[in-house]
Nanobody, 124 residues
Framework: VQLQASGGGLVQAGGSLRLSCVASGRTFDSYSLAWFRQAPGKERDFVVAISLYGSTHYADSVKGRFTISRDNLKNTVYLQMNSLKPDDTAVYYC???????????????????WGQGTLVTVSS
C-alpha cells in the first residue's frame, strides 16, 4: 500500500483545513487508518484513527475539533480540522494498519504503511 497525503497549508488560528490521504491497492477497506503528527523537535504523536470496522478514536487534544472519515470507494481517508490552534502546527502523516483492534490503533508501531506527510502551519 502506498499513501499520498495532501491538503496541508498555512491557516490562521480558528480556521479550518481538510487533509486527504489516497491509498493505492485494492484492499483499502481491510486497513485501519490513522493520522499522526510531528511538531518540530518533538516525537510523532497519535491524532486520530478509524478502524477497518469504522470505529473512530481521537486524541484528547483534538476531540470536538477534528473529524476523521474514510471513503472506501475512493481509497481515501480525510481529516477535517476545525478551530485550529497554533499548537496544531506539525507535519501530519497518514498511516495504514492491518490491525483492527481499537486499543492498538494509538501506537505508531502498529502501522505498516506511512504517507510522506503534509505540513500544517497555524498562525496566531
Amino acid at each position: 500500500v502506498q499513501l499520498q497525503a495532501s491538503g496541508g497549508g498555512l491557516v490562521q488560528a480558528g480556521g479550518s483545513l481538510r487533509l486527504s490521504c489516497v491509498a493505492s491497492g485494492r484492499t483499502f477497506d481491510s486497513y485501519s487508518l490513522a493520522w499522526f503528527r510531528q511538531a518540530p523537535g518533538k516525537e510523532r504523536d497519535f491524532v486520530v484513527a478509524i478502524s477497518l470496522y469504522g470505529s473512530t478514536h481521537y486524541a484528547d487534544s483534538v476531540k470536538g475539533r477534528f473529524t476523521i472519515s474514510r471513503d472506501n470507494l475512493k481509497n481515501t481517508v480525510y481529516l477535517q480540522m476545525n478551530s485550529l490552534k497554533p499548537d496544531d502546527t506539525a507535519v501530519y502523516y497518514c498511516a495504514a494498519s492491518r490491525e483492527g483492534y481499537s486499543a492498538s490503533l494509538y501506537y505508531a508501531r502498529m502501522y505498516d504503511y506511512w504517507g510522506q506527510g503534509t505540513l500544517v502551519t497555524v498562525s496566531s
